[in-house]
């Protein structure tokens, strides 16, 4: 993304059906880089929704970017082998790993409080103090036909950003393999 402007956000999406209920976690790993050497660690943030559409009716997520700076792949490195180099790529400051039931629990938070729905609801992320959580409308993790990542320039001085992000691996864990029960009456 270039000549982002302060305050503007730019995101891709994927349409999808997925139940994301039986899942603990999701994760994905993030990478930024700075293509005018002007833009400094947390000018830009990423987020990610989740829900039924993108303007009424998700989770979001979101992130303030470190920036990976150039020439910091020693010679002949290997990304697949070498752990200093892959954090250095992929900083974990960057990475999505967050518990699905944090948004749950944002949902039934916000609903004690008799917040509108139509308002937008946020926290800090307790874990993490640095990225945001949000929820808009009625989303439910059972029935999730979106996924959003996008960029928003969160600089608050009026500077257009421009910067390059790779996202990789988008991934649920913690499938919860408890048995259920099935039963057949009739009458």
Not at 6 to 23: E, H, I, P, S, T
Not at 62 to 91: M, R, S
Request: charged share 25%.
């Amino acid at each position: 993304v270039c000549n982002l402007s302060d305050g503007d956000a730019r995101g891709v999406y994927k349409n999808l059906n997925l139940d994301m209920r039986q899942f603990e976690q999701l994760r994905m790993n993030v990478h930024a880089e700075d293509r005018t050497f002007q833009t400094e660690d947390g000018d830009l943030s990423i987020f990610m929704r989740l829900g039924t559409d993108y303007e009424d009716n998700y989770y979001e997520y979101e992130i303030p970017l470190t920036f990976t700076k150039e020439g910091v792949a020693p010679n002949g490195a290997d990304p697949n082998e070498d752990e200093e180099y892959k954090k250095l790529v992929w900083p974990t400051e960057n990475e999505f790993l967050f518990a699905l039931k944090q948004l749950q629990d944002l949902k039934i938070e916000r609903n004690n409080k008799d917040v509108s729905l139509a308002s937008i609801y946020e926290i800090v992320d307790p874990n993490k103090p640095n990225n945001k959580i949000r929820i808009k409308g009625n989303p439910t993790l059972g029935l999730v036909k979106g996924v959003m990542i996008g960029l928003k320039n969160t600089n608050g001085q009026g500077v257009p950003q421009c910067a390059e992000v790779w996202v990789n691996e988008l991934r649920v864990s913690g499938l919860n393999e408890q048995g259920g029960v099935a039963g057949l009456a009739r009458l």
